[in-house]
């Protein structure tokens, strides 16, 4: 890890107006030093690419975490009133049931030991603290789901699909590979709107929000994509399914009218079985 | 395995999310995201749990209208000037109906999109959502609902801005606009009593106080509470015809009555608020949550489908 020049980190601490808390100059410079190589893991970067990157980060925030590090109450005393309220108003958003504070409060917990050495900056430490909490949510989740047995009630309420002509699940498989090939084309950005919104169910809003974009493009360029999934399925049933017109509508209504196992959500992050968890780096301590 | 592969870890989601990263990592983050299961609901939540605190709105002070009074003391001198000038005849402006007001401002939002044929797809359960940006109760009888849902959504806008913009003030940004918009639904909810809910005999008719259900039989003269068994703000209902009701409230409450007299809770997914439902039958219902999804049950509330891929 290199250090940064020594002016440099005086003109960032002055920046973050790190003396309030009484952090070192050096602790404050070597945390800086963590974060450029984290940003930059493949090689050194330019001093002006440095330069540039660290005057972009939310250097208060990474202050704040320096202090706390370094054990300054008031520091804590501030970390307290200021971020607990939103972790723990971002916990009940989370799960209103309250296990999402439970977890907010181990979060709470880890602060203590040494979780703000993951900390770069990079984002406000509001943000990189619900970040946390997400991840270690969806994760509790799939953990519990991955061991939870199958209910009786749920067995029965798959086991009964609607009575359907053997045509039909013909027509659905097509239209299933057609559709996964249409997927398979789209840009990323695009189908990461697509599954905020069709799969996540996050409102318009929320995709907004997560893809930088007014809730009005969202909702344009998902018309737009959904317009070019259902071009481009009909073209595949035409082309690569060798099917007349007649059968093409007469398929694609039949999906429509009885998607049976056509699952969005899965098309769209199907594949994430075969990636790796973060879940084992968790257990190694990286958040 | 390639680099693309890797799940980021919370920090650099937390980079994304704040728009911290390189255009090169932020892109390789995307196309990552794009495709993961995991990481995807990982954002998601992330986007669900960015709740903006409600701050207490700032008592109006006397200072802060201080410089008010000189002009007003100006303004008055012109009326008085005008009115009792020689050969000046007042002239009465009719008064603009709010709701007509309201309804002449511009929408803010683009036409909705045209709807594309729809697909379905079974049903998953969401995880729960307790952000609501834009909860909007509706309280009048169901209307035709649109295809889309961002029509849905615009709609109930609209509905929404007839019902408060008259009573909302002038927003000074966006922020105390959602706060004064949240307390005013919020208000909205718990003190205007609901519209009633008339069945297909007029004279049988149920009405919303808050958390208590009320029953009429002689279309609206005399009315009795009917026991719910739920204390939780209800917000709209339909009936279908005159032994059956379908009532919505918040945190996922949904109740029903096939004999115009007893109510049953019937299970529903999730703990949001719901503002609509509209009701075919015993069996058949459709509700609106606040963000504008909609979920239809066609067997009395057992399984409920979401009907948000019904767009495409």
Known sequence: ?287 | MTHADICPDAETLAAWYDQGLPPAERARIDAHVSTCDRCQTIVATLARADVPALVPAREPSWWSWRWLAPIAAGVAAVVVWALVRPGSAPTVQPPVPASLSARAEPSASPPASAAAPPLKRAPEPAPPVAQRERAVPTNAPPVAPPNDANELRRADERAGNVAFAPAAPPAPSAAAGAIASARTLQATLDAVAAPDIVSSDPSVRWRIRGAVVEHSTDGGATWTPQATGTSAVLTAGMSPNPDVCWIVGRAGTVLRTTDGQTWETVAFPERVDLVRVEAAGMSTATVTTADARRFTTEDGGITWTPARLQEF
Request: charged letters at 30%; hydrophobic letters at 45%.
């Open chain 1, 1 to 287: 890890m290199e250090r940064l020049p020594d002016r440099l980190v005086e003109r960032l601490y002055a920046d973050a107006d790190a003396a309030r808390w009484s952090v070192p100059t050096t602790t404050f410079g070597d945390a800086l030093a963590a974060s450029v190589a984290k940003a930059f893991p493949d090689g050194a970067p330019s001093p002006r690419d440095v330069e540039r990157y660290v005057g972009a980060l939310h250097l208060a925030d990474l202050a704040l975490a320096c202090a706390c590090i370094h054990g300054s109450d008031a520091a804590w005393e501030h970390l307290m009133r200021e971020q607990r309220p939103a972790l723990y108003r971002a916990a009940d958003a989370i799960d209103p049931t309250g296990r999402a504070r439970e977890l907010a409060d181990a979060l709470w917990a880890d602060l203590f030991g040494n979780l703000f050495r993951y900390f770069h900056g990079r984002s406000s430490l509001t943000t990189w603290l619900r970040a946390v909490l997400a991840q270690r949510h969806v994760d509790a989740v799939r953990a519990g789901k991955r061991l939870e047995p199958l209910a009786d009630e749920a067995i029965l309420t798959r086991a009964a699909p609607p009575a359907a002509e053997p045509g039909d699940s013909r027509c659905r498989q097509i239209v299933q590979r057609a559709l996964e090939a249409a997927l398979a084309q789209l840009d990323a950005r695009d189908r990461l709107r697509l599954a905020c919104y069709h799969a996540r169910q996050l409102t318009l809003a929320e995709t907004g929000r997560l893809l930088r974009e007014h809730e009005a493009t969202v909702s344009r360029h998902l018309a737009r994509t959904r317009r070019g999934l259902r071009d481009a399925i009909e073209r595949w049933m035409a082309g690569e399914g060798g099917l007349p017109p007649d059968e093409v509508r007469r398929c694609v209504q039949a999906a429509m009218d009885d998607p049976g196992p056509l699952d969005l959500a899965a098309m769209l992050g199907g594949a994430s079985e075969r990636k790796i968890s973060g879940v084992d780096r968790s257990k190694r301590g990286a958040v």
